[in-house]
C-alpha cells in the first residue's frame, strides 16, 4: 500500500509505503512503515526516506540496500537520491529509535539525497516513523499524518 499527501504551506510532500510495500522493489516485512519526505527543493534540509520494522531483538539494526540511485524520488531533480545511509545519518537514526526501550528496530531501508539530505531530516523521519508506528493506517486521516509528521518537527525544534 502506497499514501501519498501533499500540502503548500510549508511545502512538503509524503509518500508512505506500508504492508511490505518498498520504494526499492523487494517486499520489505509486513509490519515495515518507510516514509519519504521532500520539503523546498534546494534546501540543505529537504529530502529522507527511511523504513522500519519491529524487531525480535532489542537494539537496532540496520539491514540496508545501498549504492543504487533512486531514480523515482521526491527530491528535486538537480539532487541525486542514493539508496543507503551515511554514518552521521545512521547515529541520528540510531539515537531516535533507542529513544523507545520498549523495542527493538530494523532499518530496512533508506534512502538520502547527495545535496538535499541533513541530520536533522534524518531525525526528523526517525520520530515521524516512530509516531506512524502508533496510528491505524486503515483510519488515519491525511490530518492526522500531517500532524504526525508536526509534531515530530515540533520535537526538534530549539527552545
Request: glycine residues 10%.
Amino acid at each position: 500500500m502506497i499514501r501519498s499527501l501533499s500540502r503548500d504551506r510549508p511545502i512538503a510532500r509524503i509518500r508512505l509505503w506500508m504492508a511490505g510495500a518498498s520504494p526499492d522493489g523487494p517486499p520489505l516485512p509486513l509490519a515495515s512503515t518507510v516514509a519519504e519526505w521532500a520539503g523546498r527543493t534546494g534546501h540543505p534540509t529537504s529530502y529522507g526516506l527511511l523504513g522500519v520494522a519491529p524487531a525480535s531483538c532489542s537494539g537496532v539494526r540496520f539491514l540496508l540496500p545501498e549504492g543504487r540511485v533512486f531514480v523515482g524520488a521526491l527530491a528535486g531533480r538537480n539532487d541525486e537520491v542514493i539508496f543507503g545511509l551515511p554514518e552521521p545519518y545512521r547515529k541520528e537514526v540510531e539515537s531516535v529509535l533507542l529513544g523507545d526501550p520498549t523495542r527493538g528496530w530494523d532499518v530496512v531501508v533508506a534512502a538520502h539525497g547527495r545535496v538535499g539530505s541533513s541530520q536533522m531530516a534524518f531525525r526528523r523521519l526517525a520520530t515521524f516513523v516512530l509516531n506512524l508506528h502508533e496510528l491505524d493506517f486503515s483510519n488515519a486521516s491525511d490530518e492526522d499524518l500531517w500532524a504526525a509528521w508536526d509534531t515530530a518537527g515540533a520535537i526538534w525544534r530549539d527552545p
